[in-house]
């Protein structure tokens, strides 16, 4: 089956423009996934959807974030104002979920390609 | 603050040898850990991953060990293979959440 989709694969835009970055996940997966790579950097944590409600998206580093999933299936994350220094690699997974964790596993993520975004 | 923490950033085996990555951990709540693998210009893969329950979780040439006393956890390849030359990111969640912590990564190069 289809794994995890991103669209665009590359963004290159200019400092203050606005940029929307696209997510289609497994299907069948509830929980969709934002984290952001920079240089050198291991992924780190945005926004976390169960379903069609943000259920954390205390990774976001400011106001000008935003992600939505309108439908509880494709998401989109929203960068307001570009700057510089939101050059990074944006990551989108999907998993299951469970109601309640049980304590012999976890959610296994399963990530997309990424979208390289430049802001020059 | 960087909870899991991957302290080599590099490591060179040959082909046929054991690789070994080694990862520690802060957060005595984390319960789940998973090791990615990631070619460049594409997303992470997941590998293999381990129950906090479990101190050892085996899959083909790849096995994880888990040291919760002293929060560190291994992934041994073996044998190692040219096509294992990636990076690897070790990874942890716990109950609380489920946003995954990541470490900066170990490139794996094997060579033949």
């Known amino acids: 089956g289809a794994g995890v989709s991103q669209t665009p694969s590359n963004k290159v835009t200019e400092k203050g423009k606005y940029v929307e970055l696209r997510c289609d996940p497994i299907?069948?997966?509830?929980?969709l996934y934002w984290y952001r790579q920079s240089l050198g950097q291991g992924p780190e944590f945005l926004i976390y959807?169960?379903?069609?409600?943000?259920?954390?998206d205390s990774g976001l580093p400011n106001d000008r974030f935003f992600a939505v999933r309108p439908e509880g299936s494709v998401s989109t994350l929203k960068i307001q104002r570009t700057e510089r220094g939101d050059s990074a690699v944006y990551l989108c997974?999907?998993?299951?979920?469970?109601?309640?964790?049980?304590?012999?596993?976890?959610?296994?993520?399963?990530f997309g390609p990424g979208t390289r975004l430049l802001v020059l | 603050d960087q909870q899991v923490k991957q302290n080599s950033p590099s490591l060179s085996v040959q082909e046929g040898r054991i690789s070994i990555l080694n990862c520690d951990y802060t957060?005595?709540?984390?319960?789940?850990f998973l090791w990615y693998k990631k070619y460049p210009a594409e997303g992470p893969t997941f590998l293999i991953s381990?129950?906090?329950?479990?101190d050892k979780n085996e899959d083909g040439r790849f096995t994880v060990f888990l040291n919760k006393s002293a929060k560190h956890l291994s992934l041994h390849i073996v044998p190692s293979q040219p096509g294992d030359s990636a990076v690897y990111f070790c990874?942890?969640?716990?109950?609380?959440?489920?946003?995954?912590?990541f470490g900066k990564g170990t490139s794996l190069l094997v060579t033949p």
């Open positions: 997974a999907s998993s299951l979920w469970r109601l309640v964790r049980t304590s012999w596993g976890g959610e296994t993520q399963y």
């Open positions: 299907s069948g997966h509830t929980a």
């Open positions: 959807f169960q379903g069609t409600g943000a259920a954390d």
């Open positions: 957060n005595s709540m984390f319960d789940y």
């Open positions: 381990i129950s906090s329950i479990k």
């Open positions: 990874a942890a969640s716990s109950n609380s959440g489920y946003a995954l912590n």
